[in-house]
């Protein structure tokens, strides 16, 4: 693996988290308190995964360059800017609310979570949208 599969694996790791995400909802609708634990411990290690794999890139690789033009430009600054603001916020969210459930504050993890996981989904979804128009629909000289 070099620097250059990287962006490929970030897409799979916000992939992974999402559906770790989704998962997590679906068990503890259904009571299944392990099941979700797995799933959300899974979700957060996937998450934690991507942002060192985000970071190496980043740092050696720099800024890439949107190559698409018109309205789809400006989608895709829309769904970025968005993404950005909002993937700031989730390292300490995730981890204020497994840590809230880990300690059994059950109640308090409850109402955290209900916000938290949309926020956690949109950024997992989004990462992987920006990633297919940032490498594979739209993929610029510098891309990969």
Same mark, same amino acid.
């Given at each position: 693996?070099?620097? %250059? ?26 009571? $299944? ?14 998450s934690a ?19 698409? $033009? ?12 968005? %993404? ?5 916020? !989730? ?15 059950? $109640? ?10 949309? !926020?956690?989904?949109? !950024?997992? !979804? ?17 891309g990969v």
């Open positions: 693996m070099n620097i %250059h599969d990287l962006p490929l694996l970030n897409a799979l790791l916000n992939g992974s988290s999402a559906l770790c995400l989704l998962a997590g909802f679906y068990f503890i609708r259904r009571l $299944e308190i392990r099941k979700h634990r797995v799933c959300m411990i899974a979700a957060f290690v996937c995964l991507f942002l060192i794999s985000y970071v190496v890139y980043h740092a050696n690789v720099g800024s890439i360059r949107f190559a698409g $033009e018109g309205s789809v430009r400006a989608l895709y600054f829309t769904i970025l800017v968005s %993404h950005t603001l909002l993937a700031a916020t !989730v390292p300490a969210l995730a981890i204020i609310t497994l840590r809230r459930a880990l300690r059994a504050r059950f $109640e308090q993890h409850r109402k955290i979570a209900r916000w938290v996981l949309p !926020v956690w989904l949109y !950024v997992s !979804v989004t990462g992987v949208v920006i990633y297919l128009m940032l490498y594979r629909i739209y993929p610029s000289a510098w």
